[in-house]
């Protein structure tokens, strides 16, 4: 699926690799029932390094940290206006080339069905604490732009001002 000189942002979803760092709780979890032999929807994970790839491709990381608040937010309404911001400017990004055709490719080993998106952030689901229901889910998304557009959605949820109070 890749060649030596791409990075692997896909990994199957039973792979062995799917450790919490790599593909959140969520991802590591599923992976561990697949590899299992447990009842566990057909699909592929999108690693960590797949959206810090879109970060750096759109020169965004600087750019979040400029519309955050220092230390937690004041208020409801600067949570909103940093998150309103930051969401903005993952609707400008794209994704990189090379992992739009990675993640197409998957999503066409698939057979290109009506799939789910959703975030499996690597601070989800900790023995510690949880981050249940702070990034949205995309249901019956159907088709390569309508995938690739959920999947910078997802990504962007992360900035919802819930999930930045939720943080703080």
Partial sequence: MTSLSQPTWILPLASDQAALALVGGKGANLAR?????????DG??????AYMAFLTANDLTARIVDALPE???????????????????????????DLAAQI???YA?????????????????LPEMS?????????????????????????SSLWTARAINYRA
């Fill in 33 to 41: 029932l697949a590899r299992a032999g447990l009842p566990a929807p």
């Fill in 109 to 125: 080993n698939l057979g290109r069905p009506a799939v789910a998106v959703r975030s499996s952030a690597t601070a989800e689901d």
């Fill in 131 to 155: 981050f249940a229901g702070q990034q949205d889910t995309y249901l019956n998304v159907v088709g390569d732009d309508a995938l690739l557009a959920a999947v910078v959605d997802c990504w």
């Fill in 71 to 97: 230390g937690a937010p004041d208020s409801p309404d600067q949570a909103e206006r940093a998150s309103t911001l930051i969401r903005g400017l993952f609707d400008q990004g794209r994704i990189p080339p």
């Fill in 44 to 49: 592929f994970l999108i690693a960590t390094p």
């Fill in 104 to 106: 197409l490719a998957a």
